[in-house]
T-cell receptor, first 112, second 113 residues
């Protein structure tokens, strides 16, 4: 079955810096890759996703890149702010809307 | 539209008991997935229901089961509770019409003593 590895497990940056979180997946059949942000005590919130027919997607300060050949995808956050502090999860699925296999999460801390 | 709702929000049970958790998806969403979240294992997929049929199942023992009703509401049941079942149980409903994003509910925090 699918396995998703996520690195790093913790990431500390200064406000205004960029943050990059990387994930690799094992199943070449996976074609949907969402990213979720989870603040303490709250539900995971979808922040961006990408499908396998797209190499990059941007939404304001957030971007995701996908390399299907290498089977890895990354989340890029630019101009980080303290409110970006949270746990970020990557996930993979062979079909959008069905079983998501999650990485272990990255705790991002943005200090001002 | 109202978001995904889950009841109850908190639950304390004793080992050996069984528990039923409920999830109401966003109006119009026909797919509901369940996930278990623990500090050690992270977010793990339990099962997914679409139009009252289980479409996918994760790697959990048969003590974990679920069902979906004709109005898309879903329940999951855990029988013979073990201490290791203590977790946050999240359900997610999936949008349709080509988008297919999953939106999570607030979760049910289950504590087994």
């Amino acid at each position: 079955g699918e396995n998703v590895e996520q690195h790093p497990s913790t990431l500390s940056v200064q406000e205004g810096d960029s943050a990059v979180i990387k994930c690799t997946y094992s199943d070449s059949a996976s074609n949907y890759f969402p990213w979720y942000k989870q603040e303490l005590g709250k539900r995971p919130q979808l922040i961006i996703d990408i499908r396998s027919n797209v190499g990059e997607k941007k939404d304001q300060r957030i971007a995701v890149t996908l390399n299907k050949t290498a089977k890895h995808f990354s989340l890029h956050i630019t101009e980080t702010q303290p409110e970006d502090s949270a746990v970020y999860f990557c996930a993979a699925s062979y079909q959008a809307g069905t079983a998501l296999i999650f990485g272990k999460g990255t705790t991002l801390s943005v200090s001002s | 539209k109202a978001g995904v709702t889950q009841t109850p929000r908190y639950l304390i049970k004793t080992r050996g008991q069984q528990v039923t958790l409920s999830c109401s998806p966003i109006s119009g969403h026909r797919s509901v997935s369940w996930y278990q979240q623990t500090p050690g294992q992270g977010l793990q997929f339990l099962f997914e229901y679409f139009s009252e049929t289980q479409r996918n199942k994760g790697n959990f023992p048969g003590r974990f089961s679920g069902r979906q009703f004709s109005n898309s509401r879903s329940e999951m049941n855990v029988s013979t509770l073990e201490l290791g079942d203590s977790a946050l149980y999240l359900c997610a409903s999936t949008s349709s019409g080509g988008a297919y994003e999953q939106y999570f509910g607030p979760g049910t925090r289950l504590t087994v003593t």
